[in-house]
Antibody
């Protein structure tokens, strides 16, 4: 079964750090671009970052550049998002998704991050 | 990297058609044909329904159609059904391994 399962969300203090994980199954993970997308409460989807299958190319949105880092471990079929210096506006559901021919076709169920003071 | 602009909401009666616009710029929607549309029911994972501007993903009914003119993409839902009620988002490639989503549109079936 094709599946993405995120984990690592929770309650973090302002200025804190957290690493989200996403485990893939059912497709050739190492071949595919992978991305993180989030949705803050009451807001729309926001694309955050993407990484190529071999890990050698990345892209990220300006608003998280320097604070969030996307990475992957193909041996573990895992995608990660390291988040530092967390702000209240980072509170959101974080989705892991596969990038395939210009679209995002496989999505996890999401993991919730709450940043609190 | 501003979000693409969509109407906040659209509505229609069962059987009617609704069209959702997605306004971008010459750097994203106007520059690339990597335009996708997603259906998102609250609490569930988003589902891609259209890619490459006009291509329906497997299993998506032909009531859903996409188009693009200049820097504006559009999604039309024909023969509106109750289960089409959801949030819809467009997305576009913006170059340099960056994508951008639209602001989202709530479709209400009256």
């Amino acid at each position: 079964e094709v599946q993405l399962v995120e984990s690592g969300g929770g309650l973090v203090q302002l200025g804190g750090s957290l690493r989200l994980s996403c485990v893939a199954s059912g497709f050739m993970f190492s071949r595919d671009w992978m991305a993180w997308v989030r949705q803050a409460p009451g807001k729309g989807l926001e694309w955050l970052a993407m990484i190529r299958g071999d890990g050698n190319e990345r892209g990220s949105v300006d608003s998280v550049e320097g604070r969030f880092t996307i990475s992957r471990d193909n041996a573990k079929n895992s995608l990660y998002l390291q988040m530092n210096n967390l702000r209240a506006e980072d509170t959101a559901v974080y989705y892991c998704t596969r990038g395939w021919l210009g679209t995002f076709d496989i999505w996890g169920q999401g993991t919730m991050l709450t940043v609190s003071s | 990297q501003s979000a693409l602009t969509q109407p906040r909401s659209v509505s229609g009666s069962p059987g009617q058609s609704v069209t959702i616009s997605c306004n971008g710029t010459s750097s994203d929607v106007g520059a690339y044909n990597y335009i996708s549309w997603y259906q998102h029911h609250p609490g569930k994972a988003p589902k891609d329904i259209i890619c490459d501007v006009t291509k329906r993903l497997s299993g998506v009914p032909d009531r859903f159609s996409g188009s693009k003119s200049g820097s504006t993409a559009s999604l039309t839902i024909s023969g509106l059904r109750a289960d089409d009620e959801a949030d819809y988002y467009c997305s576009s490639y913006a170059g340099s391994n960056i994508y951008v989503f639209g602001t989202g549109t709530k479709v209400t079936v009256l």
